[in-house]
Protein backbone atom coordinates (compact mmCIF):
# COMPACT_ATOMS: atom_id res chain seq x y z
CA UNK A 1 0.00 0.00 0.00
CA UNK A 2 1.32 3.45 -0.84
CA UNK A 3 2.07 5.43 2.09
CA UNK A 4 3.26 9.00 1.95
CA UNK A 5 4.10 10.85 5.28
CA UNK A 6 4.96 14.74 4.88
CA UNK A 7 7.32 16.57 7.65
CA UNK A 8 9.28 19.35 8.52
CA UNK A 9 6.00 22.07 8.59
CA UNK A 10 6.01 24.69 11.52
CA UNK A 11 5.68 28.26 11.80
CA UNK A 12 8.32 30.49 10.18
CA UNK A 13 8.51 34.10 9.97
CA UNK A 14 8.18 36.22 6.39
CA UNK A 15 11.47 35.89 4.58
CA UNK A 16 12.31 32.55 6.45
CA UNK A 17 13.18 28.86 5.41
CA UNK A 18 11.79 25.60 5.61
CA UNK A 19 12.19 22.04 4.54
CA UNK A 20 9.53 19.97 4.32
CA UNK A 21 10.14 15.84 3.93
CA UNK A 22 8.37 13.02 2.34
CA UNK A 23 8.99 9.34 3.51
CA UNK A 24 7.57 7.26 0.78
CA UNK A 25 6.93 3.33 1.24
CA UNK A 26 5.10 0.85 -0.65
CA UNK A 27 6.07 1.43 -3.85
CA UNK A 28 8.98 1.31 -6.09
CA UNK A 29 9.65 5.08 -5.11
CA UNK A 30 12.99 5.60 -7.47
CA UNK A 31 10.43 4.62 -10.77
CA UNK A 32 8.03 7.34 -10.46
CA UNK A 33 7.78 11.07 -10.65
CA UNK A 34 6.59 13.02 -7.64
CA UNK A 35 4.78 16.14 -7.02
CA UNK A 36 4.10 18.62 -4.57
CA UNK A 37 0.66 20.19 -4.15
CA UNK A 38 -0.58 23.20 -0.81
CA UNK A 39 -3.65 24.37 0.20
CA UNK A 40 -3.83 27.46 1.63
CA UNK A 41 -6.70 27.35 4.46
CA UNK A 42 -10.30 27.46 3.30
CA UNK A 43 -8.60 27.16 -0.10
CA UNK A 44 -8.49 25.32 -3.55
CA UNK A 45 -5.75 23.13 -4.65
CA UNK A 46 -2.34 24.55 -6.11
CA UNK A 47 -0.22 22.69 -7.78
CA UNK A 48 4.01 23.37 -6.43
CA UNK A 49 6.55 21.60 -8.07
CA UNK A 50 7.68 18.47 -9.98
CA UNK A 51 10.27 15.99 -10.11
CA UNK A 52 10.88 13.08 -12.48
CA UNK A 53 12.05 9.60 -11.42
CA UNK A 54 15.60 10.51 -12.19
CA UNK A 55 15.77 14.18 -10.92
CA UNK A 56 16.15 15.16 -14.72
CA UNK A 57 13.00 16.68 -15.28
CA UNK A 58 11.68 19.61 -13.31
CA UNK A 59 8.98 21.79 -12.95
CA UNK A 60 7.93 24.67 -10.53
CA UNK A 61 4.98 26.83 -10.21
CA UNK A 62 5.44 30.50 -11.21
CA UNK A 63 4.04 31.35 -7.89
CA UNK A 64 7.31 29.68 -6.38
CA UNK A 65 9.89 29.57 -8.96
CA UNK A 66 13.19 30.82 -7.64
CA UNK A 67 12.65 30.68 -4.25
CA UNK A 68 11.76 26.52 -3.95
CA UNK A 69 13.48 23.77 -4.76
CA UNK A 70 12.57 20.54 -5.11
CA UNK A 71 14.86 16.90 -4.58
CA UNK A 72 14.86 13.77 -3.75
CA UNK A 73 17.25 10.63 -3.07
CA UNK A 74 15.98 7.12 -4.15
CA UNK A 75 18.37 5.53 -1.88
CA UNK A 76 16.10 7.02 1.06
CA UNK A 77 12.74 7.02 -0.73
CA UNK A 78 12.47 10.59 0.17
CA UNK A 79 11.02 13.66 -1.31
CA UNK A 80 11.93 16.83 -0.03
CA UNK A 81 11.00 20.87 -0.72
CA UNK A 82 13.22 23.21 0.18
CA UNK A 83 11.70 26.44 0.49
CA UNK A 84 13.55 29.91 0.89
CA UNK A 85 12.02 33.35 1.19
CA UNK A 86 8.85 32.30 2.48
CA UNK A 87 6.19 34.24 2.20
CA UNK A 88 2.45 35.04 4.11
CA UNK A 89 1.08 33.51 0.53
CA UNK A 90 2.82 30.55 1.00
CA UNK A 91 0.88 29.38 4.00
CA UNK A 92 -0.64 26.58 3.18
CA UNK A 93 -1.01 23.02 4.10
CA UNK A 94 1.59 20.75 1.44
CA UNK A 95 1.28 17.60 -0.01
CA UNK A 96 3.02 15.02 -1.47
CA UNK A 97 1.49 13.12 -4.14
CA UNK A 98 2.35 10.31 -6.50
CA UNK A 99 0.53 7.87 -8.74
CA UNK A 100 -3.01 10.19 -7.85
CA UNK A 101 -1.91 9.47 -4.01
CA UNK A 102 -1.75 12.35 -1.69
CA UNK A 103 0.10 11.88 2.17
CA UNK A 104 -1.71 13.70 5.24
CA UNK A 105 -0.20 16.76 4.49
CA UNK A 106 2.08 19.04 6.45
CA UNK A 107 0.93 22.84 7.78
CA UNK A 108 3.32 25.61 7.18
CA UNK A 109 2.61 29.04 9.11
CA UNK A 110 4.17 32.40 7.69
CA UNK A 111 3.68 35.08 10.61
CA UNK A 112 5.62 37.25 12.39
CA UNK B 1 -1.55 28.75 -18.29
CA UNK B 2 -4.68 26.32 -18.73
CA UNK B 3 -7.73 27.31 -16.74
CA UNK B 4 -9.70 24.90 -15.37
CA UNK B 5 -13.23 26.30 -15.13
CA UNK B 6 -16.01 24.27 -12.83
CA UNK B 7 -19.55 24.56 -12.40
CA UNK B 8 -21.53 24.85 -10.51
CA UNK B 9 -19.33 25.54 -7.04
CA UNK B 10 -21.97 24.72 -4.82
CA UNK B 11 -24.25 21.59 -5.58
CA UNK B 12 -26.91 20.80 -3.05
CA UNK B 13 -28.31 17.45 -3.50
CA UNK B 14 -30.94 15.22 -2.35
CA UNK B 15 -29.44 12.03 -1.13
CA UNK B 16 -30.46 9.25 -3.76
CA UNK B 17 -30.37 11.69 -6.79
CA UNK B 18 -27.94 12.26 -9.38
CA UNK B 19 -25.35 14.94 -9.52
CA UNK B 20 -23.29 15.88 -12.23
CA UNK B 21 -20.18 18.64 -12.47
CA UNK B 22 -18.52 20.90 -15.22
CA UNK B 23 -14.65 21.12 -15.76
CA UNK B 24 -13.79 22.99 -18.78
CA UNK B 25 -10.20 23.70 -19.72
CA UNK B 26 -9.08 26.63 -21.70
CA UNK B 27 -7.02 24.59 -23.85
CA UNK B 28 -7.16 20.74 -25.49
CA UNK B 29 -6.04 18.70 -23.39
CA UNK B 30 -5.15 15.90 -25.39
CA UNK B 31 -1.74 14.90 -25.54
CA UNK B 32 1.12 14.38 -27.93
CA UNK B 33 0.75 10.35 -26.96
CA UNK B 34 -3.22 10.46 -27.33
CA UNK B 35 -4.04 10.42 -24.04
CA UNK B 36 -6.14 13.06 -22.15
CA UNK B 37 -5.15 13.74 -18.80
CA UNK B 38 -8.07 15.14 -17.24
CA UNK B 39 -8.68 13.88 -13.34
CA UNK B 40 -11.31 14.15 -10.76
CA UNK B 41 -10.60 14.25 -6.75
CA UNK B 42 -12.35 14.21 -3.85
CA UNK B 43 -11.98 15.80 -0.75
CA UNK B 44 -14.20 14.88 2.16
CA UNK B 45 -13.83 17.39 4.88
CA UNK B 46 -10.82 17.74 7.07
CA UNK B 47 -9.28 14.67 4.40
CA UNK B 48 -6.62 14.71 1.77
CA UNK B 49 -7.71 14.90 -1.33
CA UNK B 50 -8.17 11.23 -3.02
CA UNK B 51 -8.19 10.72 -6.77
CA UNK B 52 -11.49 9.24 -7.67
CA UNK B 53 -11.32 9.05 -11.64
CA UNK B 54 -7.82 9.24 -14.09
CA UNK B 55 -7.41 10.04 -17.87
CA UNK B 56 -11.74 11.24 -18.25
CA UNK B 57 -12.97 7.92 -17.64
CA UNK B 58 -11.04 5.57 -15.42
CA UNK B 59 -11.79 4.80 -12.12
CA UNK B 60 -9.43 3.84 -9.02
CA UNK B 61 -9.44 0.84 -7.68
CA UNK B 62 -11.85 0.85 -4.55
CA UNK B 63 -14.10 4.18 -5.97
CA UNK B 64 -17.64 2.93 -6.02
CA UNK B 65 -19.22 2.34 -9.88
CA UNK B 66 -21.67 5.06 -9.17
CA UNK B 67 -18.78 7.53 -10.33
CA UNK B 68 -18.38 8.12 -13.53
CA UNK B 69 -16.14 10.48 -15.58
CA UNK B 70 -16.58 11.38 -19.43
CA UNK B 71 -15.41 14.05 -21.94
CA UNK B 72 -13.35 15.06 -24.31
CA UNK B 73 -11.31 17.75 -25.85
CA UNK B 74 -11.68 20.67 -23.19
CA UNK B 75 -15.01 19.82 -21.51
CA UNK B 76 -16.00 16.95 -19.16
CA UNK B 77 -18.02 16.21 -16.59
CA UNK B 78 -18.15 14.08 -13.38
CA UNK B 79 -21.50 12.55 -12.61
CA UNK B 80 -22.47 10.24 -9.30
CA UNK B 81 -25.53 8.45 -9.93
CA UNK B 82 -27.22 7.82 -6.53
CA UNK B 83 -25.60 10.31 -4.25
CA UNK B 84 -24.28 8.90 -0.72
CA UNK B 85 -23.67 10.84 2.91
CA UNK B 86 -20.40 9.67 2.20
CA UNK B 87 -20.42 11.23 -1.17
CA UNK B 88 -20.14 15.34 0.49
CA UNK B 89 -17.11 17.34 0.04
CA UNK B 90 -15.25 19.10 -2.63
CA UNK B 91 -14.34 17.83 -5.84
CA UNK B 92 -11.70 19.10 -8.40
CA UNK B 93 -10.59 18.63 -11.53
CA UNK B 94 -7.01 18.79 -12.69
CA UNK B 95 -5.36 18.79 -15.97
CA UNK B 96 -2.13 16.59 -16.20
CA UNK B 97 -1.19 17.72 -20.07
CA UNK B 98 0.32 21.09 -19.75
CA UNK B 99 2.65 22.85 -18.03
CA UNK B 100 2.21 24.05 -15.02
CA UNK B 101 -0.64 21.69 -14.10
CA UNK B 102 -4.12 23.90 -13.06
CA UNK B 103 -6.93 22.68 -10.90
CA UNK B 104 -10.49 23.83 -11.02
CA UNK B 105 -11.65 25.93 -8.16
CA UNK B 106 -13.59 23.42 -6.60
CA UNK B 107 -17.06 22.06 -6.70
CA UNK B 108 -18.72 21.91 -2.85
CA UNK B 109 -21.41 18.88 -2.81
CA UNK B 110 -23.31 18.79 0.01
CA UNK B 111 -27.06 17.06 1.34
CA UNK B 112 -30.18 18.68 0.85
Known amino acids: EVQLVESGGGLVQPGGSLRLSCAAS????????MNWVRQAPGKGLEWVSH????????YYADSVKGRFTISRDNAKNSLYLQMNSLRDEDMAVYYC?????WGQGTLVTVSS | DVVMTQSPLSLPVTLGQPASISCRSSQSLVYSDGNTYLTWFQQRPGQSPRRLIY???NRDSGVPDRFSGSGSGTDFTLKISRVEAEDVGVYYCMQGTHWPRTFGQGTKVEIK
Open chain 1, 26 to 33: GFTFSSYN
Open chain 1, 51 to 58: ISSGSDTI
Open chain 1, 97 to 101: VVKGR
Open chain 2, 55 to 57: KVS
